[in-house]
């Protein structure tokens, strides 16, 4: 598919997506939005795709926000359609069924942290800076950032966060349990790969259904979630990727998997 924004290449069985437009620190426009929506459900249906990493062009910016430009002359209503869009892109990426990596490499403020809270987990460079500082601009957050921050890390931390627009450097992410890993700026998108590439090397509807028994079973009691882990799992017991990769072990051979 054409993309004016966005750039996709393709290692392996992993999808590497970048948000492209340095010149405004890959700030999220309305179009950079429905583009983005586009391409993850055009992945989503890709089998030669098994996982996918999402960074930002340059080596500055993840990126730093939605587009103020664009947000400066919206009406009331306007305002809640580019939320609603913004939120309809979080929750498709978090309910795919293939992982998204965020490879945050620079700011990801505001709709950018908001679109790497959305991904599976999050490793981030030396130089990463994330925040929530939409109060500063006399807004809040819209993209699902006050819901899934509060959810992740707790709502006094939230509420710290929201209330200040404080921006936390690489290194204090990490310690608020934000991003996974930090590694040197040179390293972070190679170490994102390679984590990519171990995942895209594992039986995928191993990957899938526990994504989304760890996800919707934060939502559920623990006898309720325990309940739908036990029914996944026996279910993986029908597939060809559950055969190969006990075959597999018992033969001392490395698992081929088909993802079937
Ligand atoms: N929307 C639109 N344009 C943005 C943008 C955003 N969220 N963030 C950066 N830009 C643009 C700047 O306007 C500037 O464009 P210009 O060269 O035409 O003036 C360009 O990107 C470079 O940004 P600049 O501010 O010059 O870089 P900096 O290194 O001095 O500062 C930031 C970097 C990230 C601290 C600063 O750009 C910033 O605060 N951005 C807004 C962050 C924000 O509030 N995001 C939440 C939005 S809800």
């Not at 004016?4 to 590497?16: D, M, R, T």
């Not at 028994?213 to 882990?229: F, T």
Request: one cysteine or more; hydrophobic letters at 45%; aromatic letters at 8%.
């Amino acid at each position: 598919m054409e993309c004016q924004n966005l750039l996709v290449e393709k290692y392996g069985g992993v999808a590497l997506v970048t948000v492209n437009r340095p010149q405004v620190l890959n700030a999220l426009r309305s179009s950079v939005i429905g583009e983005l929506l586009e391409l993850f459900e055009h992945l989503s249906w890709d089998d030669t795709v098994k996982v996918i990493v999402l960074t930002g062009s340059g080596d500055k910016a993840f990126v730093a926000g939605a587009d103020i430009a664009e947000m400066a002359g919206f009406t009331a209503q306007q305002a809640l359609t580019f939320a609603r869009t913004g939120q309809k892109l979080v929750s498709f990426i978090g309910t795919m069924d293939k992982p998204v990596i965020a490879a945050v490499n620079g700011y990801a403020l505001g709709g950018g942290m908001e679109l790497a809270l959305a991904c599976d987990f999050i490793y981030a460079s030396e130089t990463a800076k994330m925040g929530l500082p939409e109060v500063t601009l006399g807004i809040m957050p819209g993209f699902g950032g006050s819901q899934k921050f509060a959810r992740l890390r707790g709502r006094n931390r939230a509420n710290e966060l929201i209330f200040t627009g404080r921006i936390l450097t690489a290194a204090e992410a990490k310690e608020w349990g934000i991003v996974n890993a930090v590694f040197p700026s040179g390293e972070l998108i190679a170490r994102t790969l390679e984590t990519a590439g171990k995942i895209a090397g594992n039986g995928l509807l191993g990957v899938t259904y526990a994504k989304h028994v760890i996800k919707r079973g934060l939502d559920m009691d623990e006898e309720n979630g325990m309940g739908y882990e036990a029914v996944l799992f026996a279910s993986l017991f029908a597939t060809a990727d559950q055969h190969e990769g006990m075959n597999a072990f018992l033969e001392k051979r490395k698992p081929v998997f088909s993802g079937s």
